[in-house]
């Protein structure tokens, strides 16, 4: 009994080892990965929004998955029109011309508000701006050739056919349009 005791406790141990040191190698790496998006994101900061980047200007964005096929496209009007979003910073309505696949509610009540924020050449825009976690939220940067930016993922809400692993971000290209 007293041999089983001591390898139970050694097997637990290296165990709880191996655990602790993935753990630890998972929040450097983490650690790393912010620190580089904070570097980046400062540096387009000091880069301004381009002209192009304007109220009334037309833009087309298409989400590329991990298989790189669209799974999205996205044709918007930027405004100057202030809104609120769940997030803090200076929002502005982003005017939704047409899209595919259509979005869906998250609930029956509530209309999705898309919105964006730009700051030097960082931009945000959030499909459900006025959703907390309501997801589609995608961040990149803006230049005079386009934008070139992600979506994070999240499982939550599940409003469609749920993935059992998600994948973690779309890539997410867009492009000023003339009608």
């Known amino acids: ?16 080892i191996g655990c602790t040191t993935k753990h630890e190698q998972a929040t450097v790496d983490e650690k790393k990965a912010w620190d580089e998006h904070v570097k980046k994101y400062k540096k387009h900061l000091e880069i301004p929004a381009p002209n192009i980047w304007s109220k009334d200007s037309l833009w087309s964005f298409v989400y590329v998955d ?26 502005y309505i982003l005017q939704i011309l047409s899209e595919a696949p ?3 509610p ?8 898309a919105a964006y924020s730009i700051e030097g050449s960082n931009l945000s825009f959030m499909l459900r701006a006025n959703v907390c976690d309501g997801g589609m939220d995608v961040l990149g940067t803006v230049s ?3 934008f070139v930016g992600k979506e994070d993922l999240s499982p939550w809400p599940c409003l469609d056919d749920c993935l059992t692993e998600m994948p973690a ?6 492009v000023p349009v003339k009608i």
């Open 1 to 16: 009994m007293k041999l089983l005791n001591v390898f139970l406790s050694i097997l637990i141990s290296t165990v709880l």
């Open 106 to 113: 998250i609930s029956p009540n509530t209309k999705d508000i």
């Open 169 to 174: 971000f779309n890539r997410v290209y867009g």
């Open 144 to 146: 005079e050739s386009g």
């Open 102 to 104: 259509t979005r869906r």
């Open 66 to 91: 991990a298989n790189d096929e669209i799974v999205r496209r996205v044709h918007v009007r930027i405004t100057n029109e202030p809104v609120r979003a769940c997030v803090s910073g200076d929002w």
